[in-house]
Nanobody, 123 residues
Framework: QVQLVDSGGGLVQAGGSLRLSCAASGRTFSRLAMGWFRQAPGKEREFVAAISWSGGSTYYTDSVKGRFTISRDNAKNTVYLQMNSLKPEDTAVYYC????????????????WGQGTQVTVSS
């Protein structure tokens, strides 16, 4: 079992920045591929970013490339999502997710989820 705790959301003006964190416990963190997803009101949960177990490979959805950065600290069992140049359309609940070893862009392939953290970007 893996427990994930998301944090770092909040209210920010367009153009601002936030850093989300996801602390993991329960299994060897370094064997987990990690992802961030988001869900806006009335919409499906969508892929945002993912990082391999080693941190050597990162992946982003097109709408956040160049603005968001995913990273991990295996010594701290934590994955981060640095979000810069935020836009109102980034407003959503952000969830971190984990699965064993192999990165996926597909929500249903992740086994463990955080509780979510709200990000609101005002125009």
């Amino acid at each position: 079992q893996v427990q994930l705790v998301d944090s770092g959301g909040g209210l920010v003006q367009a153009g601002g920045s936030l850093r989300l964190s996801c602390a993991a416990s329960g299994r060897t963190f370094s064997r987990l591929a990690m992802g961030w997803f988001r869900q806006a009101p009335g919409k499906e949960r969508e892929f945002v970013a993912a990082i391999s177990w080693s941190g050597g490979s990162t992946y982003y959805t097109d709408s956040v490339k160049g603005r968001f950065t995913i990273s991990r600290d295996n010594a701290k069992n934590t994955v981060y999502l640095q979000m810069n140049s935020l836009k109102p359309e980034d407003t959503a609940v952000y969830y971190c997710a984990a699965r064993t070893l192999v990165v996926s862009f597909t929500r249903t392939e992740y086994d463990y989820w955080g509780q979510g953290t709200q990000v609101t970007v005002s125009s």
